[in-house]
């Protein structure tokens, strides 16, 4: 038998954001070792994410036994750079050719850590997104939540991370920095960007782990859709985000999964992100970004050699908006461009209706063909 299981973040593990990451990784490894997955032992987590994911108190317990049965393998990030594979499932494929693994019988592969980041682990979104969806009040709440967009309207998420989060005592304080709360004038006068230049076309949703006293004045400049009456939400207002037009993140590995399991464009503060000689980056002064072959350093060298070629183009789905709060004008076309694209009266499959014009060229081409009107 052979099992992977993720290995939880220290003593009484992380919040959901970090959790997330071993729990991915074990089931990429899961996937090439043929191993049986396991959850993280939530029952460890002082957050309570058993209530969420339904698994039992002493799930730590029994993965403490196993571990103590079969033999471990410590899959570690020192291995990982070993094998130079990017993605987490082709390190693991290439370690276990290396260690030959596929002639041992039972073990336990211990998937951990939030190293590789996103970028390691993207074939693991839609497992991510599975198991997220099937989360206890996960379904109920997210219907509950987007039943409440008005027609028309784009739905941005916006993510105001406090609890546990630090207050950054200067403005250079933010940069290269987690775990720190943004200002929230920094969301009243980014949101109020967007909400000028889209005007009514958009309605807001606050996602945060603050009270409603502490963030009344984004909900009385906004009037937003809110969470706060809904139970159980570490999951469903992640999927809130994922399931968003576009996101106003906060510094937090939360709103980093919810851009990551979106395909929708994203806000970040530009304060926080590294400097590159002109280029920001959220990772840049990791040392394994700093290497020659390091995903930053090649995004750099493949960014440079568009720019000399003449092929320049705006920002990504990853948008920087400094202190002043003003969001580039391409991110509010975007963002309005895709809600024109989902208009119902052109969606064919919601009865909706586009024009259509054959030309003597196209009706000749399907005679051609054998194509014969009824």
Known sequence: MRICIPQI??????GLGNE???????????????????HPAWGL??????????TGRLDWIQQGLIKSVLPVIHFDEAAYRATGKAAYGEAVAQFMASEELDRRGGFVFLASGMWGGFHAIQQAR???????????????NLHATLARVRPGRALVAVHIRRGDFLNADAVGAYRGRFNVALPLAWYLATCSALK???GNRIDFLLITDASEGEVQPFIDAFHP????????????DLLSMAFADALVCSVSSYSMWGAFLSRSPYIWCAANLQDHEGYGSLWGDEPAQQAPMGPTAINMWRSRTRARHGHVSSSGRGTPVDWSGEVPAAFTESLLARLDERAEERDLILYGVVPVEETAASAASGTALGCHPP
Request: proline share 3%; aromatic share 10%.
């Open 126 to 140: 839609p497992f991510v997104l599975a198991e997220l969806l099937k989360a206890r009040q996960a379904v109920a």
């Open 45 to 54: 987590n002082k957050r309570r994410y058993h209530r969420d994911f339904g």
């Open 9 to 14: 973040l220290g003593h009484r593990g992380a």
């Open 196 to 198: 000028r230049d889209c």
């Open 225 to 236: 859709l809110t969470t706060f009456h809904l139970r159980q939400t570490a999951c469903s």
């Open 20 to 38: 997330l990451f071993p729990w991915a990784k074990a089931f990429l490894a899961g996937q090439v070792l043929g191993a049986h997955v396991m």
